[in-house]
């Protein structure tokens, strides 16, 4: 039929076109010399101003880290990480840490202008930008600009880098740091621990609701650097927090590797909301370059009553080893997790969530959507614990597999461990295929096959996509649209 | 405005031949049934008229004003005023109706170089729309057809047509699975739409939508050839004699 060839066009045609993010910048660096060992950690940590405990912390990680091996049991492939042919320190010069907008580099504000973040408080107050969320933009190794420091302040908000939270805050780090993801959790946390260079910090004190949206915007610039994030998300006794991070990378030949930690500690009452829309490289239609998200996500619900809630939309990346998860400690805890995760051209990911039901009454919900087009593999791997203390512990799974074409592949691997006979578990889970019906049907009404496409596949997600905050919503929704194009098949 | 010549038309999978030599002419403001037994070739006509890939055109030429639609796809056809009424109407779960209805008709609009509709508009035509069909708002928030009754799929089906005001409307076998009440109020959305400058084709197997559609022309379909045709006379002797008799005449 003629359409293959115009299909293997497409699909030719996908990732390289599509990625608009795609641009390098070209701006001076101050790099720490290829390779990993005690001393660029040191490095990094006199970079940072670091007090002593901290660099050994890190020193301790980076010998643990050596002890290690790799997991291999996600469904990922990809050749051997040389961790000595990698930078682990950039940062834009005359940048050691974040100034006020005035100080910034205007080179950078054009990279964050160009990639529609706003960052110029200004303009926002002024309603050029019509939603106000405050942006904390880490560009490679550093974090440049903080907005909206100083009115979150008088509301008792903390949010700056994690950089300078080590230096300013130093009681809350030691209390938080690594308490939720352990130094030892896995390969990638461990030389995440060792080496990591910015991310954010969030503290919200008791009672308070944070006024604001938060977010992070992370862009990975410099050549074979690994970006190695660290957030850490805080909220007290009653306190409620949003949180949205962004990640955007530039087109490039060879694989570059983010490998974050985040964590999140809700205390009695407190909810705290992560919403994720990764986006980085996904590398191009042969499967050549994209980044490497190996990435270690997990949420404390610490306190009673408490509730995190984590959704992404999952569209980048050559490579996703990800699995935000929630430890349901206290008491009537809630965890949620709602996913929506794009496969298409090379790419690869193996993304889920692990809900440990620790505390009484706790409850989770699992929303995942899969969608893999193109020659992607994408899989759902989850975890549902029920701890033997856990009475009447609650969970509902559901995992949709949407197939657009015939040479992609989606897999569910769920677990599920019940120690607890009070227990109530749902499991649901379906894979279909974009029928021909739907498509014909779509297109009979007049709808151009890339559109009816997009609305189908939207009408899949809508689920997931009422839990983004409303400023993302429409954006995440116009990104799965670019993600998938091309990939009519 | 439709003109089928000499149509040669096969499954694309295995080559089977469906359609072998139908010649068919619609003039404008014409309400055109055809009849046939099953495995007649009904239903593929309906799909080779709007573009579904399943099939392929051999032979012959299908001309709407004159002009060839063959190497249009279905979107491009639709634009170009081919409406098709499903026998079974597919479902879009997560897909309101009115988001549906909206998108289809401003992207046929684009097509053909049209302003689209501003949201007032869009929701003055719907609801006047509905109203006719006695489709309440509550069914426009749900998703397209998922969990419709057979009814209230077929009145969907009237609903999008009324809508998109095609010049050539093609019903599929649109009584089979309602009741009486449901077929008149799908009958009447039909016939409020006739007009000089539009035609219908109604695919049916029984003479009893006929009641109430009143067609001008009756064609009897039989293993991919239109074997006989006549005036709305044609579809009582059908129906009371049954398709043997003329099957006979014709071999």
Known sequence: MPAVQETVDQVRRIDIDQY?????????????????????????????????????????????????????????????????????YAAPKGTSGPTSIEDVDPELLRVYEKLGIPLREQEILAGVKTS??????????????????????????????????????????????GSVVS??????????????????????????????????????????TGQFERTLI?????????????????????????????????????????STVQNWYPGDAQGKGGIYNFVTKRGDCRGHRSKISWTQVETGSAITWKYPSCILRGDESRGEFYSIAVSNGHQQ??????????????????????????????????????????????????????????????????????????????????????????????????IPEEEAIALIVNGFVKDVIQELPMEFAVEAQKLIGISLEGSVG | MLEIRNLHARIAEDGTEIIRGLNLTVRAGEVAAIMGPNGSGKSTLSYILSGRDDYEVTEGEILLNGESILELNPAERASKGIFLAFQYPVEIPGVATMQFLKVAMNEQRKARGEEELTTPDFIRRVKEAAAKLQIDQAMLRRPLNVGFSGGEK???????????????????????????????????????????????????????????????????????????????????????????DIIGQAA
């Open chain 1, 20 to 88: 608009k993010y795609g641009f390098e910048t070209v701006i001076e660096v101050d790099k720490a010399p290829k390779g990993l060992s005690e001393d660029i950690i040191r490095f990094i940590s006199a970079k940072k101003q670091e007090p002593e405990w901290m660099l050994e912390w890190r020193l301790d990680a980076y010998r643990r880290w050596l002890t290690m091996e790799e997991p291999t049991w996600a469904r990922v492939e990809y050749p051997k990480i040389d961790f000595n042919d990698l930078y682990y």
């Open chain 1, 234 to 274: 805080i909220a007290e006794e009653g306190a409620y927090v949003s949180y949205l991070e962004g990640c955007t990378a530039p087109q490039r030949d060879e694989n570059q590797l983010h490998a974050a930690v985040v964590e999140l500690v809700a205390l009695d009452d407190a909810e705290i909301k992560y």
């Open chain 1, 349 to 446: 990911i193996d993304s889920g969530t692990k809900m440990i039901h620790l505390g009484k009454n706790t409850s989770s919900r699992i929303i995942s959507k899969g969608i893999s087009a193109g020659k992607s593999n994408n899989t759902y791997r989850g975890q549902v614990s029920i701890h033997r203390r856990a009475e009447n512990a609650r969970n509902f799974t559901n995992c949709d597999s949407l197939l657009i074409g015939d040479r992609c592949g989606a897999h569910t691997v769920p677990y599920i461990d019940v120690k607890n006979a009070s227990a109530q578990i749902e499991h649901e889970a379906t894979t279909s295929k974009i029928s021909e019906d739907q498509k014909f049907y779509a297109m009979q009404r007049g």
């Open chain 1, 183 to 224: 130094t030892t959790d896995n390969y990638y946390a461990t030389l995440n621990a060792a080496v990591f260079t910015d991310g954010s910090f969030v503290f919200v004190p008791k009672g308070v609701r944070c006024p604001m949206e938060l977010s992070t915007y992370f862009r990975i610039n410099e050549k074979n």
């Open chain 2, 154 to 244: 077929k009145r969907a089906e009237i609903l999008q047509m009324a809508l998109l005001e095609p010049s050539l409307c093609v019903l599929d076998e649109t009584d089979s699975g309602l009741d009486i009440d449901a077929l008149k109020i799908v009958a009447d959305g039909v016939n409020a739409l006739k007009s000089p400058d539009r035609a219908t084709i109604v695919i049916t197997h029984y003479q009893r939508l006929l009641d109430y559609i009143i067609p001008d022309t009756v064609h009897v379909l039989y293993k991919g050839q239109i074997i006989r045709s006549g005036d709305k006379a044609l579809a009582h002797e059908l129906e009371a004699n049954g398709y043997a």
């Open chain 1, 132 to 177: 106000r969320v405050a942006v904390d933009a880490v560009f490679d190794s550093v974090s440049v600009v903080t907005t909206f420091k100083k009115e979150l302040q008088k509301a008792g908000v903390i949010f700056m880098s994690i950089s300078e939270a080590i230096r300013e805050h130093p009681d809350l780090i030691k209390q938080y740091l």
